[in-house]
């Protein structure tokens, strides 16, 4: 595995974070742990902006006591752990089946276009990172496009410019779907369950 | 006890037996490549799959238990028909590069290929590739040829105790890798070699020099440690090209040291292959008959009191008895095998052995370490209390050095007078030794070297003897030895005679000029400066600390190149088979002995290695059941009295230069550099 160079010199919990550790390991009977190895690695990227850091590793191993190399394990098993830096909004592309036949191929292309760069390329100023990914569990609201902890539903090339777009101007572009439809209901009002009967 | 058939034949096998272990008990071999007896279940690579009646798909056997009534079959149509599936699978990313391959000629996966594969492959895709990956200078890795059956990972993680592998990434991504570029921080880890199936971890060393059927394999003992492990000696003509295990269950169990592995290298170098002799100061090559009508005028010459001996950690029991009759017959009492200066007292054997033994160590339920460190005094007997440890309930406590033995322990101190304390019960871990049914003290040379010596062994006969370490059935009393050399010097009785002076008092006299003639016989670890003028003789193999003092030199053999006895830490007399002969005019060690009585004119009643291994068994009756543990009776040992307040310290710092083969060898040289000589900083862009 390729090291970075970004690697930030040292890394500890926030105090915030350092309570929510605390409550997360509480979950766990004694001598166990270990198992809060996933929720404090989370925490931890979440507090560098992203990604983890060869030194957060190391910082969650020693304070789970357990071997560092269980937590590389872990954090390159799980493809939302990210062990090289993203940007700020890390677009997550869908293309697996359903998301396909909807039209990811489309989305993907927006994407490229939009943002200048090509899948698994950060832009230059740091503010996006696009990746492809595997299913993204809403095939109903395909195609799918994650940003960090927000799904973006129903795309079309139009539709994911916009976003981009926004996002790009700082906005907080409206989560869910983008093509009108309330969460996963029929498109155009509910076909089934209609008047009173 | 469940019953079950497989192919045909019934069988019966304590619940919890796997399929595989059952089948193995009547002879069946069902190929694996991830299982190991000696390692957990991983179940990953599929090879061993079996049908059993009424299973609804083929199982797994190395991860399925057996139960009651099971009907197995291992070869019907369906079972070969998926292992050659399986075998296909695994060779859709394995590179086929045999021709290059270390492995080559014993692969596993070579070998199960040819046995249940296709002919060909059908997979006419590009196949996967990994990076290159640095493991240090013993392990060369090839991890394109990896095929993850995780066999090092459950070593590291179990065995040797030090969790560094991991499998990094998922699905056909995974890697074995340490992700942060290191070498593997373990003195066993020399045994991944042997555990990987395929050719991905490869001896570095021994990297393109030899293919195996082209090697000469000689079952023999290591004297490398005091624990004497079983090995196997590979070579091909005149060298050693590599040392790799041998299973005892009673000893090593199927692992080796890196130091006995990897140090062979050593043995063919500073060689000494001929007799010197030192003139105005220089050495200069000389004959046999020369160099021995020498040493005999020397030892004609000198008054029999100023003459000595001092047998190093490597000599054999056989030269060492020799030597000790040629002292008796010239009158000299001073002789000693004791080069480290350990004041261990010889009277009694129980107090010089390691009683408990090695493979009593899963028996015992606490263990107090004194002035040890095993991790680096014998790294396979470290791995057995690790495998006692890890099946719980073993309380470990430790006085003297702080270490990282990769087991838990409880640092009691560092101070000696602890013992005092934990025999007379005012210490806490006296309760607990009390407590247990089988408790047991490991004392360690480095206890054993100081002044007070002799003061410890006794406090610890006093501890053993009130915290019932010692009683009906079990002693608990265990002494690990560093020198292979030292328990069968010690049964022989190469230590000073009536009133003979010791290595202190040899030393000390040779400083002052009472020493006309010390003989070395591959003494290489004591103070040279301190042998004053003394005319020295030295009987060995390596060009070390001995020869370079040395007024003449007498060209000796290596372990592995003599049938020579060794007595282990446990008090087990074996013996080693010559793989190669000594290098040019060299020879075995009791012949130049023996020749040399002859110049002296008083020749020793032995002329063959059978009629000196009689002589052993007359001096000690243990010499005479090689390959046998015979242990002792209890006794009194050791001289009472006022222990020092001092620290304890370990016999051992640098393990992997303990000895003139080791100090030679340039693996063990680069392994000091790696593992040993401050820990270069690594950075994360390191590379």
């Not at chain 1, 350092?18 to 404090?40: C, D, F, H, N, T």
């Not at chain 1, 979440?46 to 990604?51: D, F, K």
């Not at chain 2, 206890?447 to 915290?467: K, N, S, T, V, Y």
Request: proline share 6%; hydrophobic share 40%; net charge neutral.
């Amino acid at each position: 595995m390729s090291m970075h160079r970004e690697e930030p010199a040292s890394f500890a919990f926030s105090s915030d974070n350092e309570a929510r550790a605390k409550a997360i390991i509480a979950k766990y009977p004694a001598g166990r742990q270990q198992s809060a190895v996933m929720p404090l690695l989370d925490l931890a990227q979440r507090q560098i902006g992203g990604w983890l850091p060869r030194i957060a590793m190391d910082y969650v191993a020693d304070y789970l006591g357990m071997p560092p190399i269980k937590v590389y394990e872990v954090a390159n098993f799980y493809t939302m752990y990210n062990v090289k830096p993203v940007g700020k909004n890390h677009v997550q592309v869908c293309t697996n089946l359903p998301c396909w036949l909807r039209g990811s191929d489309q989305v993907v292309h927006a994407c490229k276009k939009t943002l200048g760069i090509g899948l698994g390329e950060t832009t230059k100023d740091g503010q996006f990172t696009l990746s492809e990914v595997e299913c993204a569990g809403a095939c109903v609201n395909a195609p799918v496009v994650a940003i960090n902890d927000d799904y973006y539903e129903d795309l079309d090339e139009a539709t994911i410019t916009r976003v981009l777009e926004a996002l790009k101007r700082g906005e907080s572009p409206k989560s869910g779907p983008q093509n009108g439809r309330l969460n996963s209901a029929p498109l155009g009002g509910p076909t089934t369950l209609k008047g009173g009967a | 006890m469940p019953k079950l058939t497989i192919d045909g034949r019934e069988i019966e096998v304590a619940p919890g037996t796997t399929i595989i272990q059952a089948a193995e008990v009547l002879g069946i071999e069902i190929p694996r490549f991830c299982y190991h007896e000696r390692l957990t279940i991983a179940g990953n690579c599929r090879m061993c799959l079996v049908e059993v009646e009424k299973a609804p798909k083929l199982v797994a056997s190395c991860s399925m238990p057996v139960g009651e009534g099971m009907v197995v079959k291992t070869a019907t149509p369906n079972v070969l028909k998926a292992r050659r599936g399986v075998m296909e699978l695994m060779l859709i990313n394995h590179p086929l590069d045999c021709p290059i391959c270390d492995q080559g000629g014993e692969c596993d996966l070579q070998d199960q290929a040819v046995a249940f594969g296709r002919d060909r492959g059908r997979f006419a895709e590009a196949k996967h590739a990994v990076r290159q990956k640095d493991f240090g200078p013993l392990i060369k890795a090839e991890m394109t040829r990896c095929i993850h059956c995780t066999r090092c990972i459950r070593f590291s993680t179990e065995v040797a105790g030090v969790p560094q592998l991991g499998g990094i990434g998922r699905g056909e991504h995974m890697e074995i890798d340490t992700y942060v570029t290191k070498a593997l921080e373990s003195e066993l880890s020399g045994n991944l070699i042997d555990l990987c199936p395929v050719g991905a971890l490869t001896n570095k060393p021994y990297a393109f020099k030899a293919r195996p059927w082209e090697l000469k394999k000689t079952e023999s003992i290591d004297a490398l440690d005091a624990l004497g492990s079983h090995i196997r000696i590979d070579a091909r003509g005149a060298e050693v090209m590599r040392i790799l295990p041998s299973n005892c269950d009673d000893l090593n169990e199927e692992w080796l040291g890196d130091k006995s592995r990897f140090s062979c290298d050593g043995l063919a170098r500073q060689r000494l292959d001929q007799p010197y002799i030192r003139e105005n100061g220089k050495l200069r090559p000389a004959s046999w008959d020369e160099a021995l009508a020498l040493a005999a005028s020397k030892l004609k010459g000198a008054r029999p009191d100023q003459v000595a001996a001092i047998a190093g950690d490597l000599a054999c029991a056989e030269s060492m008895a020799a030597l000790k009759d040629l002292l008796d017959g010239l009158g000299s009492p001073h002789r000693d095998c004791r080069q480290d200066g350990a004041r261990l007292d010889p009277a009694v054997r129980a107090g010089y052995l390691f009683n408990a033994t090695i493979a009593g160590i899963e028996q015992a339920d606490a263990l107090l370490l004194v002035g040890t460190n095993p991790r680096k005094e014998a790294p396979v007997l470290n791995a057995r209390i690790r495998k006692r440890w890890l099946k719980g309930k073993f309380p470990v406590a430790a006085i003297g050095p702080k270490a990282d033995l990769t087991y838990r322990v409880d640092h009691l101190g560092t101070s000696a007078a602890l013992l005092d304390a934990i025999a007379k019960g005012t210490h806490p871990f006296a309760a607990t030794l009390k407590a247990a049914q089988k408790p047991m003290l490991i004392l360690g040379m480095g206890a054993l070297r100081r002044q007070d010596g002799a003061q410890i062994q006794a406090a610890a006969r006093g501890l053993a003897e009130a915290c019932g370490l010692v009683k009906e059935g079990w002693n608990g009393f265990s002494v690990l030895h560093t020198a292979a050399a030292r328990v069968g010097g010690l049964d022989l009785g190469f230590v000073p005679g009536a009133g003979g002076k010791d290595i202190h008092g040899i030393l000390d006299g040779a400083t002052k000029g009472e020493m006309a003639v010390v003989y070395l016989l591959g003494a290489d670890e004591i103070d040279m400066s301190r042998l004053g003028k003394a005319f020295v003789i030295y009987q060995g193999h390596h060009g070390d600390a001995g020869a370079h003092r040395a007024d003449l030199i007498l060209p000796g053999a290596a372990y592995t190149e003599k049938n020579a006895t060794y007595v282990n830490t446990e008090g087990r007399a074996q013996r080693t088979t010559l793989a190669v002969f000594p290098p040019g005019q060299a020879r075995e060690d009791w012949k130049i002995l023996r020749a040399l009585s002859d110049a002296l004119g008083k020749p020793l009643p032995y002329d063959s290695l059978s009629q000196v291994r009689a002589r052993l068994a007359a001096i000690n009756p243990v010499f005479g059941q090689p390959g046998k543990r015979v242990g002792a009776a209890w006794g009194a040992f050791g001289s009472p009295g006022a222990v020092a307040d001092a620290a304890l310290a370990t016999a051992i710092d640098n393990y992997y230069m303990t000895d003139p083969i080791g100090r030679a060898s340039p693996t063990m040289a680069v392994s000091v550099e790696t593992f040993l000589a401050g820990a270069k900083p690594r950075t994360g862009t390191h590379g």
